[in-house]
């Protein structure tokens, strides 16, 4: 993988080179792929978000500013697709919810499995938006100042609503008996 | 220590953003309420499962879609110093009274403004040759909720979604050498609009006032702009479509995310 950094590669890509575009795909797929699969629960979803929000981000490289972490920016156009997908699917029940079947590794037991299920499950009984700030918080482990420009949310609002929707994903859990 | 404050203070701890104060402040309260005991090992026991959660592997094979997706000809990608006519004419008046002043005049008579078939009502939406107003560039607190272009079939054109607390705007700019015509369709109902604006090449007839559909016979470099209720719309989406009669010649989407209808 390109050790260059993003704005150079950005730089390179609106230059002409457009093959340096492979290096933010391969830096940056695994994170898209994985925020688009937390907000629409859908591992079909997920592709398909992924895939447009790359296709989004080559059509618009030359309207990112880069006062911004390009990182950021990308992310403010993933959570969007996102949550856009997930806004066609409406009223899919928990029911619906998918989880990755993966072979069970060393360090996994079923009662993992089944915990990461029903945190999954009670992710996507959150608000759509809420949903998008635990994700960027905890899976991706962006900033307040971050999640504010990513959602368009001042950091206040960011706070009160995170803070919030961990009180509610508490219950739920408690709910579930997951939370030991 | 107030419920609220309690909860701000516990999940600033849990975020890592405590001053030292905070956490000597929460130590004291944990310390003396068995309650606030268990409710911040509980939050925390909510992050730290959050946190410990492993990522998904993106499935084989979408790599090689992603790159297959993206087009190898440079020209696909949006020109930043391509300037909106809104852009232009605001940027050309301002400071100049007597251009803005001969432009308003100009345009008000090219201009629509459906707002005043919203007053006047639908029926009269057929003659909208008396309602006729001022283009202003735009102004106030919006801010761009999406955009989106499209650059095929001998059409450019760009579509922006602007908004603010009770509002939307969407403009779009068109070029082409044929006659075309813009279509506005949104995707929840609207009951009205409540302004259209057009410059350059754009027209407006009174029996393309749909609510459904607006359409806009567009030719050069033209401009259309319309503006509605937010309220009306709940989460904004509209599909912007470029037609030639029946065909349609290009489509742009543009969505607000859900954060935003807060």
């Known amino acids: 993988m390109s050790e260059l950094s993003d704005q150079a590669i950005v730089r390179q890509v609106l230059a002409g ?39 989004k981000v080559y059509e618009n490289l030359r309207l990112y500013n880069s006062k911004y972490r390009f990182y950021s920016w990308m992310y403010r156009i993933a959570i969007n697709e996102a949550l856009n997908q997930q806004a066609k699917r409406r009223k899919k029940t928990s029911a619906d919810v998918e989880t990755v079947a993966e072979p069970l590794a060393e360090d996994r037991t079923y009662e993992k499995i089944e915990l990461e299920q029903q945190v999954q499950e009670a992710i996507y009984r959150l608000d759509p938006g809420d949903r998008a700030l635990v994700v960027l918080k905890h899976f991706q482990g962006f900033s307040y100042d971050e999640i504010g420009f990513i959602l368009d949310l001042p950091v206040r609002k960011v706070k009160s609503r995170l803070y919030t929707a961990r009180q509610r994903l508490k219950e739920e859990l408690i709910q579930a008996k997951v939370s030991g | 220590m107030t419920d609220t404050d309690f909860f701000e203070l516990a999940n600033r701890v849990i975020d890592g953003a405590e001053s030292d104060d905070d956490r000597t402040a929460l130590n004291t309260v944990i310390g003396q309420s068995m309650s606030r005991r268990l409710e911040f090992e509980q939050l925390t026991a ?171 016979p567009v030719v050069g470099a033209s401009a259309v702009r319309v503006s509605g209720l937010r309220a009306d719309l709940g989460v904004v989406q509209c599909i912007v479509s470029i037609v030639d009669g029946d065909r349609v010649v290009g489509e742009m989407m543009l969505a607000e995310s859900d954060l935003r209808a807060e």
């Open chain 1, 17 to 55: 080179d457009v093959s340096a575009f492979t290096h933010l795909v391969d830096r940056y797929q695994r994170v898209v792929y994985n925020a688009a699969f937390r907000i629409t629960s859908n591992q079909q979803d997920a592709e398909d978000v992924t895939q447009t929000v790359f296709l």
């Open chain 2, 46 to 216: 909510v992050a730290s499962i959050l946190d410990a959660v492993r990522p998904v592997e993106p499935p084989e094979g979408l790599r090689n879609r992603i790159l297959a997706a993206i087009p190898r000809d440079p020209s696909r990608q949006a020109a930043a110093s391509r300037v909106s006519i809104w852009q232009q004419i605001s940027e050309f008046t301002v400071g100049k009274p007597v251009y803005a002043l001969a432009y308003a005049a100009v345009v008000g008579l090219l201009v629509g403004a459906l707002g005043l078939v919203a007053v006047i009502g639908p029926e009269t939406a057929g003659d909208a040759s008396g309602t006729y107003g001022t283009m202003a560039p735009i102004g106030g607190a919006f801010s761009v909720a999406d955009q989106t272009q499209i650059d095929m079939n001998d059409v450019s054109a760009s579509a922006v979604l602007l908004l603010r607390e009770s509002e939307f705007v969407i403009e779009v700019d068109v070029d082409t050498d044929d006659q075309f015509e813009v279509v506005v369709s949104p995707i929840s109902e609207v009951t009205t609009w409540y302004g259209v604006e057009l410059g350059g090449g754009a027209k407006l007839t009174g029996a393309q006032l749909d609510p459904d559909e607006l359409r806009f």
